[in-house]
């Protein structure tokens, strides 16, 4: 069973930074994409910003210029840098992976961490 663990939320002040991390366990090959998603209280959940296994980042218009991620291939983690943060970046986010494992490829999300912006 491959298993995915987010850390790295808390409460913080505008303008200040957090990072997160999605740590992925269990029988894995390799970890070809990762997503990292938000949702806040009434909204749906959206996607903030994707990696792929050769690196290629891309990001939601919200965050571009304020949120970096990246992977450590070694540690099978991967992390989102936020700065710069809004009170409207406060939400559960979650990461969301797709990952070879020795049965087979499987799609699979985490728990989700709350990061609260606010004064």
């Known amino acids: 069973q491959v298993q995915l663990v987010e850390s790295g939320g808390g409460l913080v002040q505008p303008g200040g930074s957090l990072r997160l991390s999605c740590a992925a366990s269990?029988?894995?090959?390799?970890?070809?994409?990762m997503h990292w998603y938000r949702e806040a209280p009434g909204n749906e959940r959206g996607l903030v910003a994707t990696i792929t296994s050769r690196g290629t980042t891309n990001y939601a218009n919200s965050v571009k210029g304020r949120f970096a991620i990246a992977r450590d291939n070694a540690k099978n983690t991967v992390y989102l840098q936020m700065n710069s943060l809004k009170p409207e970046d406060t939400a559960v986010y979650y990461c969301?992976?797709?990952?070879?494992?020795?049965?087979?490829?499987?799609?699979?999300w985490g728990q989700g961490t709350l990061v609260t912006v606010s004064s």
């Open positions: 269990g029988r894995i090959i390799s970890i070809n994409y």
């Open positions: 969301n992976g797709g990952v070879t494992t020795i049965p087979g490829y499987l799609e699979v």
